[in-house]
């Protein structure tokens, strides 16, 4: 089973500063890695992925995450947060397998709050 | 990117009404499709993954008679909640995953259901 633990309920920022999200996974297997955002009453959506290759990943507005894997840590980097940047933020796992159907498992999530 | 519509968006109902809540993948096929709860400042909660052509698998302690998911196409899997009650009001988000293994789970909008 894989379990995912998101360090900060709450995160409060200015905006132009940088913000880190931290994300700790725990997995007896390989592993896909993912952050997402969620706005006020919406869906998730896909800032990044973490499937292969390259530690550092890049995604939407502005977002990057690095993958260590001896620490089994993907934390999310934004260097200069904005207004809009306020939302709740979700890592998630799954399995690193070929099928389609396996379940994410979410961290309890961070709350970003960026202030003028 | 890949879109998946989630319909309605929000529902207002009586005590003792069934709900039906649609999820479309609109751009891709989606052999496996997640339902998942938010309750309020929570994570989302798995409540069962619907493969296409079969039946449902619910996570424990999630009730298959009411909650009941139908995923009769590649594109539609639906969700019913039977004789809803106040204590079922909450967050209801859908995603899809595209058939290749290592492809994310896309996001619905949600379903805000609420029961008087």
């Known amino acids: 089973a894989q379990s995912v633990t998101q360090l900060d309920s709450q995160v409060p920022v200015f905006e132009e500063a940088p913000v880190e999200l931290r994300c700790n996974y725990s997995s007896s297997v390989s592993v896909y890695l993912f952050w997402y955002v969620q706005y006020p009453n919406q869906g998730l959506q896909l800032l990044l992925k973490y499937l292969s290759g390259s530690t550092l990943v890049k995604g939407i507005n502005g977002f990057e995450a690095e993958f260590n894997k001896s620490q089994t840590s993907f934390h999310l980097r934004k260097p200069s947060v904005h207004i809009s940047d306020t939302a709740e933020y979700f890592c998630?796992?799954?399995?690193?397998?070929?099928?389609?159907?396996?379940?994410?498992?979410f961290g309890k999530g961070t709350l970003l709050t960026v202030n003028p | 990117g890949a879109v998946v519509s989630q319909h309605p968006s929000r529902v207002i109902c009586k005590s003792g009404t069934s709900v039906k809540i649609e999820c479309r993948s609109l751009d891709f096929q989606a052999t496996t499709m997640f339902w998942y709860r938010q309750f309020p400042k929570q994570s989302l909660m798995l409540m069962a993954t619907s493969n296409e052509g079969s039946k449902a698998t619910y996570e424990q302690g999630v009730e298959k008679d009411k909650f009941l998911i139908n995923h009769a196409s590649l594109t539609l899997s639906t969700l019913t909640v039977t004789s809803a009650h106040p204590e079922d009001s909450s967050f209801y988000i859908c995603s899809a995953s595209q058939p290749q293994g290592n492809q994310p789970q896309h996001f619905g909008d949600g379903t805000r259901l609420s029961i008087l």
């Open positions: 998630a796992v799954r399995v690193n397998s070929g099928g389609s159907n396996y379940k994410l498992t």
